[in-house]
């Protein structure tokens, strides 16, 4: 597993200009991890928590949350289940390089810091799904 973490910024708005600091992240899987996330299922699993990204704005925030099902539904059909919502999950390393804003560059050094930790136990939980002991155990109690 490579994993690369860049910084990048963008601005918004035409007379008020703001600054977002993202977190832009990109993990290349070897090919038996690839085998394992396949043969587990754990694509949908979810490495971090996240809220509404910085670049978003409020009329954004409040028509994803007032989607009605039909919109729901298509978009996942469409986009995929993981468009529903912000977390990071194995689907969407998978599909390619995640890009996070966050408003200042401080929140920006800490949500790098959680993906990171994030990203340790990823790796923890497909090496423990790889394979089951093959050895026969036997103890007293």
């Known amino acids: 597993m490579k994993v690369t973490i860049n910084h990048v910024q963008k601005t918004s708005g035409l007379i008020r200009k703001t600054t977002h600091h993202g977190v832009a992240v990109r993990v290349r899987f070897d090919p038996e991890e690839l085998a394992v996330i396949r043969e587990r299922q754990l694509e949908k699993d979810v490495i971090l928590e996240r809220g ?15 989607k009605s099902l039909g919109k729901k539904l298509l978009t996942a059909a469409v986009s995929g289940v ?39 136990n990823l790796k923890g939980w497909i090496v423990g799904n790889a394979d089951v ?9």
């Open 52 to 66: 509404y990204p910085s670049d978003m704005s409020d009329n954004a925030i409040h028509k994803h949350t007032n």
């Open 82 to 120: 993981d468009s529903l919502h912000f977390d990071l999950t194995v689907t969407k390393l998978l599909k390619g390089e995640d890009v996070y804003f966050l408003g200042t560059p401080m929140e920006a050094k800490g949500y790098e810091k959680e993906l990171k930790n994030g990203l340790v």
């Open 133 to 141: 002991e093959k050895e026969t155990a036997s103890f007293e109690l």
